[in-house]
């Protein structure tokens, strides 16, 4: 079984397409949230998402669009581009948005936006991925919500490490270590590098795979522009930051 394993699209539906466009036929995939917010498009990418994922959890950005929840901790860009959103999201958009989990534990792993049962703390540092570790026996999770491609890697002993993958690259998973995968971002990568992530696991093979990936950014940016959102989120999609 291959799953694709998506998170923080953001209305990003340029980018979006472009990573379906790489799978295969059998791949399933799943979202880890944060499908609107910031980009120009929730709808489309939600209804997307909505044909092709077998499973999904909420984002904060969801969250917000469809309760209002948390608005007041976004910063003045994000909480502009959330007011837009909710003015555009569609009745099918919100319905669907709010069937969704905060969390979903299947057999081979964990879901989760953020981190397990804190499901919008950042996993950024080895205070937060211990916090993380310690609140699951999954031996293996998948996060998004940093829009940063890394893992990390506990071992027996209980050490923890930490690998970034901003260019891309292979994990084979190893019996006896357990790991927190940050698949990155599909609508707005934060690690310096503007191609945009997602991951692919086999499930067989035992290997997670980041995939960075081109898309037409200037024609997302134009969309940005064209709805009125702040110029920064347009901005920032140029230099991955």
Not at 27 to 44: Q, S, T
Not at 69 to 80: H, I, K, P, Q, S
């Amino acid at each position: 079984m291959r799953y694709a394993i998506v998170s923080d699209i953001h209305g990003n539906l340029e980018s979006l397409k472009r990573a379906m466009s790489m799978l295969d036929p059998g791949d399933r995939v799943v979202c880890l949230g944060d499908m609107v917010g910031y980009g120009p498009n929730p709808n489309e990418c939600v209804a997307l998402l909505r044909e092709l994922c077998t499973h999904a959890v909420l984002g904060n950005h969801d969250l917000a669009a469809t309760e209002n929840y948390g608005v007041e901790y976004f910063n003045d860009a994000a909480r502009e581009a959330i007011s837009w959103t909710q003015s555009v999201l569609n009745d099918e958009s919100r319905a669907w948005l709010n069937t969704l989990p905060y969390e979903l534990r299947l057999p081979e792993f964990l879901l989760v936006h953020g981190a397990p049962v804190n499901y919008f703390e950042y996993v950024l540092d080895k205070r937060t991925a211990a916090a993380a570790f310690e609140r699951t026996d999954a031996p293996l999770i998948f996060i998004g919500h940093t829009h940063i491609a890394e893992y990390w890697v506990q071992e027996p002993d209980g050490s923890i490490g930490l690998k970034h993958m901003q260019y891309g690259g292979d994990l084979e998973l190893e019996d006896g270590k357990r790991y927190i995968v940050d698949v990155g971002s599909v609508g707005q990568p934060r690690d310096l590098n503007p191609e945009a992530s997602f991951v692919m696991y086999d499930t067989e093979r035992k290997r997670v795979q980041w995939i960075r990936y081109a898309y037409p950014i200037a024609e997302v940016q134009e969309k940005i522009r064209e709805a009125h959102l702040p110029g920064y989120l347009a901005d920032r999609l140029k230099i991955g930051r």
